[in-house]
Structures are given as structure tokens and as C-alpha cells.
């Protein structure tokens, strides 16, 4: 076997085996496939596709190139293809938890735009995201929630194989996103998985058809690992909420705790409340939703956040954000139509609130507070967004040219499609 009778095969469109997508990770992995030979591959991979059960052994492959963790406890899992603003877990994990359903998840630091999970925790003053895997079950056990960073060797081949990606222009491949986060979800134990795949101009899939596709083949994935997966298909049009940046997330976090959050980010929490619940619970959606909205609203989930703040060596009363701030006020009146995710992405990461390299230091006190969303009225000079800075800035123009105002209303609609197990 070779790599290059491998790339010919993929590029005359026949289907590879398992033993010849094993040899290509696993060579990968250990060096002996070059990373020109490898972006070759996924090039291939990217133009032609993959057949679902090629996607099927490239994710057992990838699973089975690291530790595969037992959890021993049930819990429910969720994954976010990844969003601008998206600080969902934060709000969604206690409140999940806090209605009898364990937690016992895994998160990503983010590259490019702003940070990923662990680093808007970590501008928690004492937040720890290291745990060895006795003390995660311990805590998962005690209070039904643990969040942390990679634990252990955990499919080795996604991170080498993400970061060539990452690079040559094959991240938005479907079979490549679906083996690549199936493979991870998988091999981090729990039972049931809920995915939140965003759609739209800020999200990696940008139409509803690619969008359906993935969904439908991350459920064959779950399925064939026994684990029952949901995926939820999500609007990313604009930022989810009104913060953009770590401690600006985290904030805006527990206010929605407290019952005080943007209406965008509880109607999302919720819906994947009540997808997560209702799976692990055997009660209908509607029940579960009810049970969510009932405990952002008596505080139960606020509790069990500052119950997993606490356990995992959080303090909340010292959360710091920049005190330099400014407020760029709108042109023109009229109605906001549109909001750039991606470009307020970007700014938030030149503010100093994301990487570029995976060695670069996160600003959590930076990034933006959105006061004027998608579908509201707004006139001339009022302000749009609140700017939060220290060393580094951004022309005020580029920021205020994300906003588009027109003389029409639209109504941004969140929630696009739901896919389960059983459709
Ligand atoms: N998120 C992942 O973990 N992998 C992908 O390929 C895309 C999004």
C-alpha cells in the first residue's frame, strides 16, 4: 500500500477501504505521510466527497487512534459547530444539570475569532480547567456537571489532521467535519450527544442543504456507535447574544442565569435544554421545556452554575473587563437587517479576545456589547454596539460596517431545523 495509489484511487472517484484509510491516518499520525501528501488527500476528499460508510471507518480510525473514555455515569453531551458569541454551554450545562441531567463534557480553546469554552472560563478568577479523569466522574457523580479542557490522548489524528485543514482550505468538507467532531464526541464517553450546527454567514456551513446533509450523517455515526444523537440546525447571522468576547460572554452568561439574558441565546439554551433532557429523561420536549424555562427562572440553574464555579476553584466577584470603552452610535435611522458575525468575529480577535496562533495570549477583558440586534428599530445616533478595549483597537468604521440598516423590518428567525434519531 502507498499514499499515492491511494490519492489516484480517491481521484478516479472509487470508494477506500478501511485498511487503506487506516494506513493514511495512522501514517499521518506517525510521520511517515507527509503533509503535502496528506492536504493532497484531504483536497481529494474535499472535491469528491466520501461514501457514509467511508465517512463511518474515517471516524472509527480517528476514534480508535487515542484513548476511548468509560465514563461509568450517563450524561448527555453537546457540541456547537462553532459560532461568534456563542457562550451557550456556559448558561446550557447547569441548567441541564440542575434539572437531573450529568454534564460531563470536554471543550475546546478557540483559534481565530474569540476564545472557545475553556477560555471564556478561565476569565473566571481560580477557574480550573485541568482534572484527571478520576476527579471529572468524582465531580460529575457529586454535583451532575464537570467541564474541562482535552483530557488525556483523545483522537490524536482530529488535532493533526485539523490544524493541515485548518490551513489548506478542507475545513467545510462534510464527511471531514462529520468524522472529525463524531469521532471526538464519541471518544469522550457519554451517551447521548446533541449537536448545535450553526448555519449562515458566520458558521462553517453557510446553506441548509449542506447544513441537513451533516446533520443527518452525524446521527448515522451516533447511531452506529449506540449513542443517541439530535442535531439542532441554528441560524448564525448574526453574534448569539449581545456579548462578543471572554468575560463580556461570561457576564452576559449569568445575567441569563439570572434570569436577565438576551431573548436569542434563552430561546436556544432552551430548545437544546429541552432536547438533551427529554433524551435522557424519556419525557416529551414540550415537558422539558417547560422544566427549563422553570429553572432559569427560580434560580435553581444560577445555583448549580455558582455550585460548579465553586467545585472547579471559581470566584465570579472579581470578574474583570476593560474599563476603556466606547460607544459608536448609529448613521442613519431605520431598522437593523443584518449584523456580520463573521467580521465582528474577526475585530473581536484584532481587540486581543481570540488567536490567530494557537501560542497566542487571549485578552479576556476585550470585545464588544451589541445594543442594537437584527430586526430592531434604531435611530440616528443611538448607539449600535459598546466597544471594550486596551492595547489594541479597531477602526470604528470597520466596526460600524457590520451593521446594515434599512427602511424595512425583518425578523431574524434562530431556530431553523430540528433532526433526531427518529426522522
Ligand atoms: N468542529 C470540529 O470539531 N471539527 C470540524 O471539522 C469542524 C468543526
Known sequence: MNILDIIDKKEQNQKLTYEELKYVVNGFLNGEIKDYQMSAFLTEIDLLGMSDEETLDLTDIMLKSGEVLNLNINAVDKHSTGGVGDKTTLVLAPLVASLGVNVAKMSGRGLGHTGGTIDKLESIPGFKTNMTLENFQNQVKKIGIALVGTMGNLVPADKKIYALRDVTGTVDSIPLIASSVMSKKIASGSNKIVIDLKVGEGALVNNLKDAEKLGKLMIKIGKHYNKETACLLTNMNEPLGRAVGNALEVVESINTLKGNGPADLIELVTELSSLMVSME????????????????????????????????????????????????TAPKSGYITQIDALEIGKLARNLGAGRLTENDKIDHEVGFVINKKVGDKVEAGETLITVYYNEKTVPDEEVLNCFKIDDYEVKPKLIIEKLTNLN
Do not use: P
Open 281 to 328: 429523561k424519556g419525557i416529551s420536549e414540550e415537558e422539558a421545556k417547560t422544566m427549563s424555562l422553570e429553572n432559569l427562572k427560580n434560580g435553581q440553574a444560577y445555583r448549580k452554575f455558582l455550585e460548579w464555579v465553586t467545585a472547579q476553584g471559581g470566584d465570579i466577584s472579581n470578574i474583570k473587563i476593560s474599563q476603556n470603552k466606547k460607544h459608536l
